[in-house]
Antibody, heavy 122, light 111 residues
Framework: EEQLLESGGGLVQPGGSLRLSCAASGFTFSIYAMSWVRQAPGKGLEWVSAISATGGNTYSADSVKGRFTISRDNSKNTLDLQLNALRAGDTAIYYC???????????????WGQGTLVTVSS | QSVLTQPPSVSGAPGQRVTLSCTGTSANIGAGYDVHWYRQFPGTAPKLLIY???NRPSGVPDRFSGSKSGTSASLAITGLQAEDEADYYC???????????FGGGTKLTVL
């Protein structure tokens, strides 16, 4: 069974940093793009960042560009998201997602983790 | 404000057919990019329901179907059941500048 397990969430003060991790199992991690999608409390879904299968290409939403960094370790089947300069508006559940599709234009989110909650508050 | 527009709520009686809409622009759906749909039950992670406009992953009943035309897409659910009550999100691609985009979600209520 394909599984994604996030960790690293918690309470952090505005301006602080946090590192989220995602452990993948049940599929060949190294051949799939991966993404982070977040959901603020009571709100809809927002794509945050994506990384190609090899890690050579990364993409980020304008709302987090320059503050969040996505990375992966294909030898350990792990995906990370470094969150810096956090704001109250970054408060959300962060989902690790297996991303599939024939090209960037057709990519979709096939498998989701259970999510990890990040709360930014003083 | 979400890039794709979905009605906040839709309702239907058991056994009925309902249609959930997803409206985009020439920068996303209208540019020919595929539309995908997800279902989310309260307190759980979203799950893929339809991919590539009209394809169902294994395990998704054929009561669920997707379609796309112009700048819009639709998710149809026939034979509505109480267990279909959930939030439904559409997703597409917004180009190099827009990235991957979602609708704001539709809460489906089974009366």
């Amino acid at each position: 069974e394909e599984q994604l397990l996030e960790s690293g969430g918690g309470l952090v003060q505005p301006g602080g940093s946090l590192r989220l991790s995602c452990a993948a199992s049940g599929f060949t991690f190294s051949i799939y793009a991966m993404s982070w999608v977040r959901q603020a409390p009571g709100k809809g879904l927002e794509w945050v960042s994506a990384i190609s299968a090899t890690g050579g290409n990364t993409y980020s939403a304008d709302s987090v560009k320059g503050r969040f960094t996505i990375s992966r370790d294909n030898s350990k089947n792990t995906l990370d998201l470094q969150l810096n300069a956090l704001r109250a508006g970054d408060t959300a559940i962060y989902y690790c997602v297996k991303t599939v599709g024939p090209s960037s234009q057709g990519r979709y989110f096939q498998v989701w983790g259970q999510g990890t909650l990040v709360t930014v508050s003083s | 404000q979400s890039v794709l527009t979905q009605p906040p709520s839709v309702s239907g009686a058991p056994g009925q057919r309902v249609t959930l809409s997803c409206t985009g622009t020439s920068a996303n759906i209208g540019a020919g990019y595929d539309v995908h749909w997800y279902r989310q039950f309260p307190g759980t992670a979203p799950k893929l329901l339809i991919y590539g406009n009209d394809n169902r992953p294994s395990g998704v009943p054929d009561r669920f179907s997707g379609s796309k035309s112009g700048t819009s897409a639709s998710l149809a659910i026939t034979g509505l059941q109480a267990e279909d009550e959930a939030d439904y999100y559409c997703q597409s691609y917004g180009g190099l500048l827009g990235g991957w985009v979602f609708g704001g979600g539709t809460k489906l209520t089974v009366l």
